[in-house]
């Protein structure tokens, strides 16, 4: 049975500073998405377990938990991808062009991305999604790793919300990491899962 595993940082520890310093990225990454991807693996082998012995009593709980830790390791692996040494600025092409379409401008569009992300309440993710239904860019608020968001959508853009994404640089000030998050966004691959988005919905 495959199994999920930790995929590795497309950059040094350090390579995003001074927006976000080394030893948040090599704990976030190294401990905490990997204590995910141990947790989605260890679920997957108790409900197998339970399956076999026939009982499935436990299930509801045990599904509760496999999701749990399954978005948190898709959500981490989008993260990292969407953050760059060389990030920052704006959108172009189609990506942009959508943004303006969809929220009236990249201003907008940046006011609405930052306040989902900084007014999670407690742990979450600010998240810009394509929702394939309507054919359109809408930003969601995820609590914890899963829950408000619009079955199929997918994920483009994931800000972090959770404290141990800033708390050892940025403390309790959320709105600072946000505005920080701005400054090492990952364009170009944000705008290629747009492209794979929209493709998939024509195919």
């Known amino acids: 049975m495959s199994t999920y595993t930790l995929p590795d940082l497309p950059y040094d520890y350090a390579a995003l500073e001074p927006h976000v310093n080394g030893q948040i990225l090599e704990l976030h990454h190294d401990k905490h998405h990997a204590a995910y991807v141990k947790g989605a693996n260890d679920t997957l082998d108790r409900i197998a377990e339970a399956r076999d012995k026939g009982d499935l009593t436990g299930i509801v709980g045990l599904e509760k938990t496999l999701a749990f830790n399954l978005s948190g390791h898709v959500l981490h692996s989008l993260y990292w991808q969407n953050m760059s040494p060389d990030g920052g600025g704006r959108p172009e092409g ?22 989902a992300t900084t007014l999670v309440q407690g742990s979450g993710w600010g998240v810009l999604s394509y929702e394939p239904v309507g054919g359109r860019l809408i930003v969601e608020q995820v609590y914890d790793h899963h829950g408000n968001v619009g079955i199929g959508s997918v994920p483009l853009l994931a800000f972090d919300a959770w404290e141990h994404a800033y708390y050892l640089q940025y403390r309790n000030v959320r709105p600072d990491f946000v505005k920080a998050m701005w400054e090492v966004v990952n364009w170009p691959d944000v705008a290629a899962r747009y492209a794979a988005a929209t493709t998939a919905r024509k195919g």
């Not at 189609?94 to 306040?115: C, N, P, R, T, V």
């Open 94 to 115: 189609d990506l942009a062009e959508a943004i303006i379409e969809y929220f009236g401008s990249f201003e907008a569009f940046h006011a609405q991305m930052s306040a």
